[in-house]
């Protein structure tokens, strides 16, 4: 299973990076694959990884004064075949 | 909490309806408060409820066959204040 | 064709209903058929429609003093069959 | 202003990586800053680039068959300073 994760913490002002920062940490810690852009990050887990991960950036953030976070859990499953970032980007080039 | 949950079986044709009403049959058994809309629905909750719920609505489908699903959760997170859905549109509606 | 409009202005606080409050005004100025949701607002459009309305909301936060907006607009899209906010509504429930 | 572009197609069976290859050479074909990555696509714009860009991509695959789309453009604005892909990641880099 890939899952795309943004996390926004709304009203801390426009700049976001030391926020954003403190996500990539959780994400990293999770030991969990992943794959960061400009935009969100991708990672590799199982559905039990999702809860904890998201709401980990969560709490982080709270501790650092944000008071309201939007965010955006993109769930893709597959189940006919193996699923991974990887693959998925082979196979986009093999058609390329 | 509020969630906006829109789940995508993909592959299975152009009509979606059977699909969807499956998920919106999965969210009304959770008991949990929702609104549902024309592009997805959203619902009240916990934390622990999210994963067990979307992780419902896919095992429901792929038991009809679906190979491939792509899910949104929107997740909205809000601690200064109480937040409902109710009381989001409440509030809306006094600025108007 | 359907779309789904949601702007999250961010760094100007916690509570962003008056901010909700002039997405909405616009929205209403277009003209367009739309559904408004806890989450986002549901609207019935064409594809020149997309980028004014989106546009003008992101111009008229911008008057407020918001520095930093982040908006996601779902398109959803259906050719073999009319396709509206009712109809699918309609399609849910007979399908439930 | 940067935009992350997911296009999905809906109903033509759980095997998507030719139609994602066809919207890959849209963005490509329309001269657009970009950065692909497994889940979506990530393009460097302008306001008028956007319709054209979503429009041209939902055409193509129309094209090819595909009678139900799903795309979700994400619109990430800022106006307090100079805002690019490369920018954000450095921003990122320096916080971590």
Same mark, same amino acid.
């Given at each position: 299973?890939?899952?795309?994760?943004?996390?926004?913490?709304?009203?801390?002002?426009?700049?976001?990076?030391?926020?954003?920062?403190?996500?990539?940490?959780?994400? $990293?810690?999770?030991?969990?694959?992943?794959?960061?852009?400009?935009?969100?990050?991708?990672?590799?887990?199982?559905?039990?990884?999702?809860?904890?991960?998201?709401? $980990?950036?969560?709490?982080?953030?709270? $501790?650092?004064?944000?008071?309201?976070?939007?965010?955006?859990?993109?769930?893709?499953?597959?189940?006919? $075949?193996?699923?991974?970032?990887?693959?998925?980007?082979?196979?986009?080039?093999?058609?390329?």
């Amino acid at each position: 299973m890939i899952i795309e994760l943004s996390v926004i913490p709304i009203g801390v002002g426009p700049s976001l990076s030391k926020y954003v920062a403190c996500v990539m940490r959780v994400i $990293k810690k999770s030991g969990l694959k992943y794959e960061s852009h400009s935009m969100a990050t991708n990672i590799e887990c199982d559905w039990e990884d999702i809860t904890p991960l998201v709401k $980990k950036c969560h709490e982080e953030l709270k $501790k650092m004064g944000v008071e309201r976070i939007s965010s955006t859990v993109r769930i893709s499953e597959r189940t006919d $075949k193996p699923y991974t970032m990887q693959g998925k980007l082979q196979s986009l080039e093999e058609k390329m």
